[in-house]
Every structure is written in structure tokens, then in C-alpha cells.
């Protein structure tokens, strides 16, 4: 058997301790079957997402086409340009 010590903020730790409790479970066994989960699958039992709700392949997915339509596409110097162009 091994220890883990982790630091976390209380209301992060009392959100996970009343669903682990509707579980029948205490916090230290839930951490415990998360962390057979992970061993068990090699990876994260859920979606990883950025702050932006996006996976990371999708955010950076996203940068390449930003910065791609930067690079190649029209300019306009007015909205009436645009429009004008759009209508023809």
C-alpha cells in the first residue's frame, strides 16, 4: 500500500464528498476507484475540454483554421465592401 496526498479547495472536496456519499462511498475510496479505472483503461474515464468547452484537438483545430483564413483570405476596408462583393 502507498499514500497519496493531494491539496484541494473545500468546496471541490464537498461537491465530490455528496456524490460519493449518494454512492454509498467515502471520498477515499472514490478516488480509489477512479484511479483503478484509469490503470484499468490507460487513460481518463471522461472527455478532457479546455476551459472553453472544446477538446484540445478541437481548439487547436480551430486555431489552425484562424490563423489560415488570417493568412489567405479578402481584406475589406468597409462593411459596404463586403457586402458588395457578397452580392455579386
Do not use: C, W
Not at 483554421?65 to 481584406?75: F, G, I, L
Amino acid at each position: 500500500m502507498t499514500t497519496i496526498q493531494i491539496r484541494i479547495d473545500e468546496k471541490t472536496k464537498a461537491g465530490a464528498k455528496r456524490v460519493f456519499k449518494k454512492m454509498g462511498l467515502d471520498v477515499s475510496s472514490g478516488i480509489k476507484l477512479y484511479l483503478a479505472r484509469v490503470a484499468q483503461d490507460k487513460s481518463v474515464p471522461f472527455v478532457l475540454r479546455t476551459e472553453n468547452g472544446y477538446t484540445p484537438e478541437q481548439e487547436q483545430e480551430m486555431i489552425r483554421e484562424t490563423e489560415y483564413a488570417k493568412r489567405h483570405s479578402k481584406r475589406y476596408t468597409t462593411v459596404e465592401e463586403a457586402i458588395r462583393d457578397i452580392l455579386k
